[in-house]
């Protein structure tokens, strides 16, 4: 035993709760006896590269002027740039931005794209900010975090709280910044400013192409089949359609304000032209509402997407999981506590770090598609997503049952092996 033990546990951090970096680290743990002799570099996956913390102050647009807390991680730049998204969330923290850059590096790994893990964020209410005070804060935040970021070095993309004009903001300030145009710098920017096809949509259709694959492994018919979505902003829209044309009913659907229930299933199209004017489900007149939030994950149902945030499915409700399958398309929204439960149940949990990465690999696209002036169509985008996902999954599923492991394990020893064999053959 070395006598330079347990330094895994930032001093940055609260020594007594690590929060989701906590839940990032027992992960690895659970992994590195299944490493072999690569498990000696295992530290490297414990500590971020390189952690920036920026004060983003911006006038509201009554005069008062108020300091925004941001921040951009790089996890792990080994096998290529920093890749992530930035999220706008009050609930936004330093564990909770340096777990998703952790993610985004197992997942780059697992699916083989050639990116590390990064990750962004800004602790702020972005439904409480008018159009121009949500300008100044993304442009300020670009500004600070230009420092690190760079079409080779870290490359941003959206998340929860963010979306395609973020992305077109940030991308202009960066670019007037450099005095030429640089498309590549973020992805998941529309198409009129050098988006992809297919990118707006590429993490729901993930969800979706890893539920089919999953239900027809275990004989579950997707036409009747019963759904529960957690989240209903890019990832969790986008997955309802797709089952709901597949056939399937979208009995539940909770988002931060309000949860519906409808057993014969929503009418996901309506609610989706709904939500793009309310910014919310709330009020949406079908179906019934439901006001202990927490019932939500006891309705009784064939597939559970989480598609909102971490920690949600926990020790405290996972026994009351009553679905077959669940899609994690959010990041970390599962404990391991609670990974455990349902093991024992039986569900068959799909890990966000292949379920979710279908933006990731079409963000992979835009970027290539930037660096290279190109333009491929939608279909052309959604054959190779398509290719990356299933024949990722494929070798994740084999390996799970060959070493009798989750899907989560299997998932992570892919995703570490590729990033420890890079750190081994570079080097210290
Ligand atoms: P979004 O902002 O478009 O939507 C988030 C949804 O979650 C909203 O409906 C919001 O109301 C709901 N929500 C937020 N807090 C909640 C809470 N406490 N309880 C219930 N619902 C809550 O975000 P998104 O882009 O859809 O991202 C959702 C998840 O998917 C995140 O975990 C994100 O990291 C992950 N993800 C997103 C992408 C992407 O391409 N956007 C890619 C990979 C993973």
Redesign the pocket.
């Known amino acids: 035993m070395s006598k330079f033990t347990d330094n895994s546990r930032p001093s940055y951090l609260s020594q007594n709760d690590l929060g989701p970096w906590g839940v990032y680290l027992q992960q690895i743990d659970r992994v590195t006896p299944y490493l072999g002799s690569l498990s000696r570099w295992i530290e490297i996956l414990k500590h971020p590269k390189k952690i920036l913390i920026v004060d983003v102050p911006i006038e509201h647009d009554n005069g008062e002027v108020f300091h925004y807390e941001g921040y951009r991680v790089q996890h792990n730049i080994l096998r290529g740039p920093g890749k992530g ?1 930035v ?3 009050p ?1 936004v923290t330093l564990s909770e931005i340096i777990a ?1 850059s952790g993610w985004m590096t197992i ?1 780059n790994a697992a699916v083989n794209i050639p990116y590390g893990g990064a990750k962004g964020g800004i602790r702020v209410n972005p439904k409480n900010l008018s159009n121009n005070e949500l300008m100044r804060l993304t442009r300020r935040y670009t500004n600070e975090i230009s420092s690190i970021i760079g079409l080779n070095k870290d490359i941003p ?7 395609m004009q973020i992305m077109s903001w940030m991308m202009d300030t960066y670019s007037t910044k450099k005095n030429y145009t640089i498309p590549g710098i973020v992805t ?1 920017k529309p198409i009129s400013i050098g988006g992809s096809f297919g ?2 949509k ?3 259709r ?1 969800v979706f192409i890893i539920g089919s694959k999953i239900a027809s492994k275990i004989n579950l018919n997707i036409i009747n089949s019963k759904i529960s979505i ?9 997955a309802a359609n797709l089952f709901f044309k597949a056939g399937a009913k979208i009995v539940a659907i ?4 309000t ?1 519906i229930y409808n057993p014969n299933g929503f009418n996901i199209p309506k609610l989706q032209k709904y ?1 793009t004017f309310t ?3 709330k009020d949406f007149n079908e179906g019934e509402k439901i006001n202990d ?1 927490k019932e ?1 994950w006891s309705i009784p149902c064939d597939i559970l997407i ?5 920690d ?1 499915i926990t020790i405290n409700n996972a026994n009351n999981v009553t679905a077959k399958i669940i899609l994690e ?5 599962t404990t391991t506590e609670a990974d455990d439960i349902l093991r024992d149940k039986g569900i068959i949990l799909a890990p ?1 770090v292949i379920t ?5 690999i079409v ?1 992979y696209f835009e970027w290539v598609q930037n660096l290279s002036n190109l333009l491929w169509t939608e279909q052309e985008i959604n054959l190779r997503l398509n290719n990356i996902i299933c024949n990722a999954f494929d070798a994740i599923w084999e390996l799970a049952n060959t070493k009798k492991v989750s899907l989560r394990t299997a998932a992570f020893i892919i995703g570490c092996t590729r990033v420890l064999q890079a750190h081994k053959t570079r080097g210290l």
């Open positions: 998204g999220r706008f969330h609930d998703l997942k993309a959206p998340d929860v709280g963010t979306d998941g990118r707006q590429a993490t729901g993930g957690q989240g209903f902003g890019n990832v969790g829209s986008v909770q988002d931060d304000k949860t939500v910014r919310s489900i939030s939500f989480p598609a909102a945030i971490e949600q398309g959010a990041n970390g929204p966000d979710n990465a279908g933006g990731v963000s």
